[in-house]
């Protein structure tokens, strides 16, 4: 591991730092942070609520240090998952694998926190002799998992009980539920329903009018049609993530990038003539 790194570049690593030395660790956390800058954590694995670690000490054999935080329940996740789904900014950053910035409130709001509370929310043992808790080894994994936040905020939701795959998917029924459409049906309640009749299946013929044939009616004539830049620039494109093409990936990620911000730049001038203010100023804006 490198000699010199550095720790919380984002927020939610940072908060999650700041929440530990808010328990009165920050003396022993600046211990393991030279532990951790040294490449002394040669190995750190996160499950549901639980980290397994080795941290090479002074003697040769690694040190095994363990920590455990109580993950929410199958509960406790539905309310925070109807709380996200509910805001439609949260859940389109969740969506594009981007971590909002007041997500705490989504949380907070049912109730619940996303990160620990208090010092008795975190159980951790370790194999050396200090008696310190923590000492440094446990320590240096606290900043190890902050840099892990760093690239992957998911793991957050993972230390909580929750994997990435699983609060992706149900953002997405909930979110269509909430939208209208509903969860798909199980096989053998869809096979329960009644096919309908033949004769149904079609809508019944339009009277024939040549003359009003290519008019539009009054209806459409009322109706419009609003473009709004989205919540999550390029969201599409950072929710597929980089191409796997090897070492042209990123060049190729990069490209892609720029025909996607020049096709919706020239979609929301044609979809307001190209002329009119709200075309120039649409123009500027970043879908």
Same mark, same amino acid.
């Given at each position: ?92 950053? !969740?969506? =594009? ?7 705490? $409130?989504?949380?907070? #709001? &049912?109730?619940?926190? *996303?990160? @620990? ?102 209806? !459409?004539? =009322? ?7 989205? $919540?999550?620039?390029? #969201? &599409?494109?950072?929710? *597929?993530? @980089? ?45």
């Amino acid at each position: 591991m490198a000699s010199r790194r550095n720790f919380g570049s984002n927020w939610w690593a940072r908060r999650w730092l700041d929440v530990l030395e808010s328990f009165g660790w920050a003396s022993r956390l600046q211990r393991g942070r030279t532990y951790a800058r040294q490449g002394n954590v040669l190995s750190i694995d996160l499950a549901p609520g639980v980290v397994n670690a080795k941290v090479q000490g002074t003697r040769p054999r690694p040190y095994s240090v363990k920590i455990k935080i109580k993950p929410l329940s199958d509960g406790e996740w539905n309310r925070v998952i109807e709380a996200l789904a509910s805001q439609a900014a949260f859940a389109a950053r !969740l969506l =594009a694998g981007e971590m909002p910035e007041d997500i705490e $409130t989504a949380f907070t #709001g &049912v109730s619940l926190s *996303l990160f @620990p509370r208090a010092a008795g929310d975190i159980v951790t043992s370790c194999s050396c002799p200090d008696w310190a808790n923590p000492c440094k080894h446990i320590a240096a994994v606290y900043y190890l998992l902050g840099e892990k936040f760093d690239s992957d905020p998911f793991l957050l939701f993972l230390l909580r009980g929750r994997e990435k795959e699983a609060i992706i998917r149900a953002l997405r029924e909930k979110r269509a539920a909430l939208a209208g459409g509903g969860p798909p049906l199980p096989v053998k309640e869809a096979e329960k329903k009644e096919p309908v009749a033949e004769e149904n299946r079609f809508p019944p013929e339009l009277p024939v009018n040549l003359v009003e044939f290519w008019q539009a009616g009054e209806g !459409l004539t =009322a109706f419009q049609v609003k473009m709004h830049p989205p $919540t999550v620039p390029q #969201g &599409v494109l950072k929710r *597929l993530g @980089p191409p796997p093409l090897g070492r042209y990936a990123r060049d190729f990620f990069q490209l892609l990038n720029s025909y996607y911000q020049e096709i919706s730049r020239r979609a929301y001038e044609l979809a307001y003539d190209a002329g009119d203010g709200d075309a120039a100023n649409s123009s500027h804006a970043k879908p």
